[in-house]
């Protein structure tokens, strides 16, 4: 059973249940759930409201303080998407519902004084975090129906990121970070080949899923097991040549070194490229 400490609105309550090692406040969000409720009431959840504890603290500071500063009309549309993302991946990381909700509020207080803010990687992320960046969509559509503010697709892909570390052990300035090492990693491959690679092409896209995993690999020191780098160096000499050079660039960007084994992976996939650009060319 649990009882109320707090009613923000109609569908947004904190809440006291009891736990086996003693009391513990809760966001409880759900339609209506607020309706004529009063401090101390007692109430059963139903099988549609949801449960955010507010032990847990983020980056942004303790979910118990953050509660108190964030309109509940934020935390509603950022429920919505944990949501939404819940019933695409399974179990997500509710906690992020806090810094999400806080950073759609300040999106809306950017676009109210006309302070828009570029996202260099919205491109990327809607590659690299499709499924996570339709989801955050979700955002987009609420915000318009309930407040009439449009955010326009580089907020939504910083959504997209919050989206992201709910589902992965990652937080959101690490998804930014892959994000960022992506990205220049495209753009030293265009760069090395002299050529602009097509966003929308398989091979682009099997390339950006590479180096997002390589990245990430580098970071957790994940090694690989299977080196292929006499081979792929006596096969493609000139693509394993320029994945070298990339794959010494982008360690010196992480602050990591890349294990060797690496150099060969990102070239079948720059040869890959490279034959599809050739192809286009050729009119195939």
């Known amino acids: 059973m649990f009882r109320i400490k707090k009613v923000l609105n109609h569908n947004a309550v904190i809440a006291i249940v009891k736990k086996d090692d003693g009391l513990e406040e809760c966001l409880v969000l759900g339609k209506g759930i607020g309706f004529g409720k009063k401090v101390s009431e007692q109430f059963e959840i139903r099988e549609d409201d949801r449960i955010y504890s507010l032990e847990e603290a983020s980056e942004r500071g303790k979910a118990s303080e953050m509660v108190k500063e964030i309109p509940p009309i934020y935390l509603e549309i950022a429920g919505e998407v944990l949501k939404n993302a819940e019933t695409k991946f399974g179990c997500v990381d509710t906690n992020i519902v806090f810094p999400m909700a806080d950073h ?28 996570e960046y339709k989801i955050a969509e979700v955002a987009r559509k609420l915000l318009k129906e309930r ?138």
């Open 104 to 131: 759609i509020e300040y999106a809306v207080k950017r676009i109210k004084n006309n302070e828009q803010i570029s996202n260099p990687l919205t491109d990327d992320i809607k590659v690299l975090f499709y499924v």
């Open 147 to 284: 407040l009439g503010i449009e955010i326009d697709d580089d907020e939504v892909g910083y959504i997209a990121l919050h989206v992201h570390s709910a589902i992965q052990s990652e937080n959101v300035a690490q998804s930014m970070q892959i994000a960022k090492a992506v990205r220049e990693c495209i753009s030293l491959i265009e760069k090395e080949t002299k050529t602009k690679i097509k966003a929308q092409s398989l091979s682009y896209n099997r390339m950006m899923n590479h180096i997002r995993y390589m990245v990430t690999r580098a970071l957790t020191g994940e090694p690989v097991k299977l080196n292929m780098n006499d081979y792929i160096a006596n096969t493609y000499p000139d693509s394993f040549a320029i994945s070298t050079v990339i794959c010494d660039q982008l360690g010196k960007s992480l602050g990591k070194k890349l294990d060797d084994v690496e150099i060969g992976y990102l070239a079948m996939h720059i040869e890959r490229v490279k034959c599809d650009i050739q192809q286009e060319k050729k009119g195939v």
